[in-house]
């Protein structure tokens, strides 16, 4: 037998029977009970039976197909659909449970619709992966039941496949269109005046809101009859590598991501963006060896290979060598280049075994160390006190949070470039110091 439409219509099914065998046994003595538990016998199996041929005439009664992208974006929302197409000739009731991969957790997935006879609907849901990888997505299951409602039919929708989870294109995207619209403050971007004017004529443009009145080009208005201003561009061909720490203090976890998974999206979001400003865009990824190495470019094809480096990017439990890295980079890297270093230390004593090579690394190179705030001790220290141990708590919680702006003053003290930043503001803040650097010319 087939599953029922739901545990009412099943409990409904059973009382039915039970009932119908009641009034045949008190059929045995009134006459009249028997005749009417052979109409109610009669009229209960036509039911039973009818509902069980509208839902198996067909072979393929309902077609199903799940639209999905090509590649999964971590870490953001991402949208699939999937197609139905009713072959029945009355209305039926659907419930969808799709095969979802392991990695998300989900255990309670279905949706639920209506089919109108020979009609198609679209069904829509999203997903958030939080892990890089692949993801492997099953069949469909599709229950339907027909207007009489006693039994649901399974269809299992062959629809296997595997979808590729990248670090954030969209938000790649985002800051993309942000950056080309000149609209970055909206993003919490800061505008920096630029010191000097180290820059060369690009192109005469139409003016636009928020254009420095002082690039106005008199003569090209007065030729158009609108306000006309130079463009200049920045100085081009300047290397900027993200390296990025793959060790074990990239793996603590917030709101799902990894510190190394906020410092993927933030590097393919600045690679990105440094591309679009002419810049030269490279990759440098370690922990107790190196793990990978992009040198800069800026050739076609190049933010591609930057995600195809970060996607397959884990963190592990290894001890990071912060001299092996010194010495691949004065190996590998000879131009004076801007490199951003996305790490994390906990204590002033974890910065202070490593200063000697980022002070190594600080002569060579323009230096700017990326230091993550740990947001669940900040919030420690803005909860109310009620005892000894609540204030015991916050106090460790304002000392791990003294010690990183020890840390951040520390480098300062060396002359290497430092930012304290939640995890995800990291973007913001990573493309925030490189602005700043182009701004000042210090690259």
């Given amino acids: 037998m087939n599953f029922f439409r739901s545990t009412f219509a099943q409990n409904l099914f059973f009382i039915g029977i039970f009932s119908l065998a009641a009034v045949f046994i008190a059929g045995q ?22 509902d069980l041929l509208m839902l198996y005439a067909r072979p393929e009664p309902i077609l199903a197909e799940r639209i999905s ?24 009731t659907v419930e969808i449970l799709d095969e979802l991969p392991e990695q998300l957790q989900i255990r309670n997935f279905r949706m ?13 849901y999203s997903i958030r992966p939080c892990e890089r990888g692949e993801y492997h997505f099953g069949n469909i299951n599709i229950f ?10 399974r269809i299992k929708v062959p629809a296997k496949q595997m979808i590729p989870s990248y670090p954030s294109f969209i938000q790649m995207h985002k800051y993309e269109l942000i950056a080309a619209s000149n609209r970055l403050t909206d993003a ?6 630029k010191v000097g004017h180290q820059l060369e004529f690009d192109q005469i443009r139409e003016y636009v809101r928020g254009d420095d009145y002082r690039t106005i080009n008199w003569n090209a208005t007065a030729r158009k009859s609108d306000l006309m201003v130079n463009q200049y561009q920045d100085e081009k061909s300047q290397q900027v590598y993200c390296v990025l720490d793959a060790g074990r203090a990239m793996k603590m976890p917030f709101d799902d991501l990894t510190l190394l998974d906020y410092s993927v999206n933030a590097s393919l979001v600045l690679s990105n963006i440094a591309l679009m400003k002419y810049d030269k865009a490279g990759l440098l990824t370690y922990s107790n060896k190196i793990r990978s190495f992009m040198q800069a470019d800026r050739k076609p094809g190049q933010i591609i290979r930057v995600m195809e480096h970060l996607y397959n990017l884990e963190t592990g439990f290894e ?31 974890a910065a202070d075994r490593q200063l000697a090579f980022l002070k190594k690394i600080a002569r060579r190179h323009l230096l700017a160390v990326v230091i993550f705030e740990n947001t669940e001790v900040k919030s420690l220290t803005s909860t109310d ?23 951040a003053v520390e480098l300062r003290n060396y002359g290497i470039h430092s930012t304290i930043t939640e995890p995800a503001g990291l973007t913001v803040a990573a493309l925030n110091k490189y602005l700043e650097f182009k701004a000042l010319g210090m690259i």
Wanted: hydrophobic letters at 45%; glycine letters at 6%; a positive charge.
């Fill in 144 to 153: 339907c039941s027909g207007p009489i409602g006693i039994f649901q039919r």
């Fill in 385 to 407: 006190v009620v005892d000894t141990e609540g204030i015991y708590i916050k106090a460790i919680a304002e000392k791990f949070i003294f010690e990183k702006r020890r840390i």
């Fill in 112 to 124: 639920l619709t209506n089919l109108a006879a020979l009609s198609s609907r679209t069904l829509e």
């Fill in 188 to 193: 919490g971007i800061k505008k920096i005046r």
């Fill in 319 to 349: 001890e990071p060598d912060m001299g092996l890295l010194y010495a691949h980079i004065h190996r590998r890297i000879s131009q004076r280049s801007l490199i951003i270093l996305f790490t994390n230390f906990e204590s002033l004593a």
């Fill in 29 to 50: 003595f009134v006459p009249l009970f028997l005749q009417i538990a052979e109409w109610l016998s009669v009229f209960f199996g036509a039911a039973v039976l009818i």
């Fill in 69 to 92: 992208p090509v590649k999964l974006s971590n870490g953001d929302t991402n949208t699939l659909h999937i197609n139905l197409q009713s072959q029945f000739p009355f209305n039926v």
